[in-house]
């Protein structure tokens, strides 16, 4: 949805970049997690996740352990690591902002003077600074204190600095789940050269095919010129296997018919479409269409802080349509395995069965049952993030448990949590950007709202 000032249309020439997560390297020593699995088709109340050299060895209710296994009884909520297809991490840095008016498209607001003054100036000013880096550093950290292990809506190559995983930028994973297609995300597809346009259909047709995620449609449900982009889409041959749809707040029932037909996916931001435009996109009618859907958070200035906060946003949501669209299962899939078949990644992420990546979060159980606790957790539930069997965030005692370290100590919403990020510190990095928001009358927003 972002007006960026550059363009963030890239070609993802990058299949020699590694997965280097900061924490150490793979876990070579198998680890075992406890605790009541989701999946995330299925609910396992006494599972055990096995997980070795950076992937999920076993999982399920009978998994047989090796010698030398250490052993973690987690007493929460297993599920795979949040898969986050719709963000812009460097804005992330950039406290909330509450529109006082609803707009009609993103051509709208982006005009308006109070969001150059609130987020494009002291973003952009940033980036002149040459913090660009550091901002998507702490974006990454933000993510991960969401639940994310893999995002999208990075800046460049340069800024990956092996905390999530950059989708757009690394789809080859950790290089060893052989070749798979190339991940394309651009903000204003209809402003591809025709060159851009060519190498996008390349990849759309590749063997293994990628995936191209572009923002279309974004304004209120009646507003002609978003309603519009879906036509110049089709006029652009972009109704193609492998495309996915951020926003659609105007699509018609009729349009998502047709993406059924395409097999074109549907990511949805339902906190960011209403904050922005008094509205979201409908949801029932990609439903029932057959429209595989995403959750997304967008970005947290008018959407969540990462995938927990908008998986409980939706969940609310759904809550006021009557009856509601979706089970609480139906938005985890959203967040975990259907985002994954977006991108051609099912066989790698979201999943915890075995072969795909150790990429997982552990969520303190709450209510009626594992799911619900997935989508009711606030960034206090979260106990465990491991990125590629790489711990990077967590409680403190469990995080030390499995790393032997007590790692970098911070404070979620007063609780204790404990992250590794390299060789500078978060704390560090909070300074720098604080420091230089300082000049813009703001501050740096906060890793979480906390109920705000
Ligand atoms: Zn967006």
């Known amino acids: 949805?972002?007006?960026?000032?550059?363009?963030?249309?890239?070609?993802?020439?990058?299949?020699?970049?590694?997965?280097?997560?900061?924490?150490?390297?793979?876990?070579?020593?198998?680890?075992?997690?406890?605790?009541?699995?989701?999946?995330?088709?299925?609910?396992?109340?006494?599972?055990t996740v096995l997980i070795q050299n950076g992937r999920i060895l076993a999982s399920g209710a009978d998994v047989k352990l090796p010698a030398g296994t250490k052993v973690v009884h987690t007493d929460g909520v297993i599920a795979p690591g949040l898969i986050d297809l719709h963000n812009h991490l460097t804005w992330n840095v950039l406290p909330r902002w509450k529109p006082i008016q609803e707009f009609g498209s993103r051509y709208d607001w982006q005009q308006k003077p109070i969001s150059k003054i609130l987020l494009t100036v002291p973003h952009d000013a940033l980036v002149k600074e040459g913090l660009e880096c550091e901002m998507e550093r702490y974006a990454e950290v933000k993510a991960i204190s969401e639940g994310e292990t893999s995002v999208t809506g990075s800046p460049h190559l340069s800024c990956v600095h092996g905390l999530a995983r950059n989708l757009d930028y690394?789809?080859?994973?950790?290089?060893?789940?052989?070749?798979?297609g190339k991940?394309?995300?651009?903000?204003?597809?209809?402003?591809?050269?025709?060159?851009?346009?060519?190498?996008?259909?390349?990849?759309l047709s590749a063997q293994p095919r990628g995936a191209l995620l572009i923002h279309v449609a974004e304004g209120a449900p009646n507003d002609a010129s978003a309603a519009r982009e879906f036509t110049m889409l089709k006029g652009r041959g972009l109704l193609r296997p492998g495309v996915s749809l951020i926003h659609g707040v105007a699509l018609k029932p009729e349009d998502f018919a047709e993406m059924a037909k395409q097999d074109v996916g549907f990511i949805w931001s339902p906190r960011s479409n209403i904050e922005l435009y008094g509205d979201t996109a409908n949801v029932a009618a990609a439903q029932s269409a057959g429209v595989r859907i995403a959750l997304a958070p967008d970005w947290s200035p008018t959407g969540s802080d990462g995938l927990l906060g908008e998986l409980n946003y939706a969940s609310i949501w759904n809550q006021t349509q009557s009856p509601p669209l979706f089970t609480e299962r139906d938005l985890v899939l959203m967040a975990t395995s259907n985002a994954a078949e977006l991108v051609g990644l099912s066989g790698q992420l979201g999943s915890l069965a075995a072969g795909h990546a150790a990429d997982l979060m552990v969520v303190r159980k709450s209510g009626q049952d594992a799911y619900w606790s997935l989508t009711h957790a606030s960034p206090q539930d979260l106990q465990l993030v491991l990125i590629g069997g790489v711990p990077m965030y967590g409680d403190p005692a469990i995080f030390?448990?499995?790393?032997?370290?007590?790692?970098?100590?911070?404070?979620?919403?007063?609780?204790?949590?404990?992250?590794?990020?390299?060789?500078?510190?978060?704390?560090?990095t909070e300074?720098?950007?604080?420091?230089?928001?300082?000049?813009?009358?703001t501050k740096l927003a906060p890793l979480a709202e906390c109920g705000n």
């Open 1 to 47: 949805m972002r007006r960026m000032h550059r363009r963030l249309f890239r070609l993802c020439c990058i299949v020699c970049l590694l997965f280097v997560p900061f924490a150490s390297p793979a876990q070579k020593t198998p680890i075992a997690l406890i605790g009541t699995l989701v999946t995330p088709q299925e609910v396992v109340p006494q599972g």
């Open 170 to 180: 690394d789809p080859e994973l950790d290089g060893s789940f052989g070749h798979l």
């Open 183 to 203: 991940i394309l995300y651009d903000v204003f597809p209809f402003q591809m050269s025709e060159p851009e346009l060519i190498a996008a259909k390349e990849v």
């Open 400 to 428: 030390e448990q499995l790393t032997g370290s007590q790692g970098e100590r911070l404070e979620v919403c007063g609780t204790p949590k404990a992250v590794v990020v390299g060789a500078k510190s978060l704390a560090e």
């Open 431 to 441: 300074k720098t950007l604080d420091d230089a928001l300082h000049q813009f009358g």
